[in-house]
Nanobody, 122 residues
Framework: QVQLVESGGGLVQAGGSLRLSCAAS????????MGWYRQAPGKQRELVAA???????KYGDSVKGRFTISGNNAKNTVYLHMTSLRPEDTAVYYC????????????????WGQGTQVTVSS
């Protein structure tokens, strides 16, 4: 059974850094596009970052230059390294995976994790 398990969320101060991890089972990282979405209270879910099997990446406008997505093929794990965090980054962050780049970016990912809370204080 395919599972995506996020970890690394927590409370950080504005300007701080945090790294989220998504451990995948049942799928191979290099054979899928993977990414992170987030949803804050009162807001719709938005794409944060995505990485294709080729290594190509895409970032939401609000996180460009601050967040970095990467993967470890051996561990079937994708990471989201977040720096210069802002209070508006506060949200539940969800890991997602799809066999296609288009599928992942279209909010129609095949698989989703349960989410991990990130809270950035002022």
């Amino acid at each position: 059974q395919v599972q995506l398990v996020e970890s690394g969320g927590g409370l950080v101060q504005a300007g701080g850094s945090l790294r989220l991890s998504c451990a995948a089972s049942g799928i191979i990282f290099e054979s899928n596009a993977m990414g992170w979405y987030r949803q804050a209270p009162g807001k719709q879910r938005e794409l944060v970052a995505a990485i294709a099997s080729s290594g190509s990446t895409k970032y939401g406008d609000s996180v460009k230059g601050r967040f970095t997505i990467s993967g470890n093929n051996a561990k079937n794990t994708v990471y989201l390294h977040m720096t210069s965090l802002r209070p508006e980054d506060t949200a539940v962050y969800y890991c997602a995976a799809d066999r296609s780049w288009v599928g992942l970016l279209s909010y129609r990912a095949d698989y989703w994790g349960q989410g991990t809370q990130v809270t950035v204080s002022s």
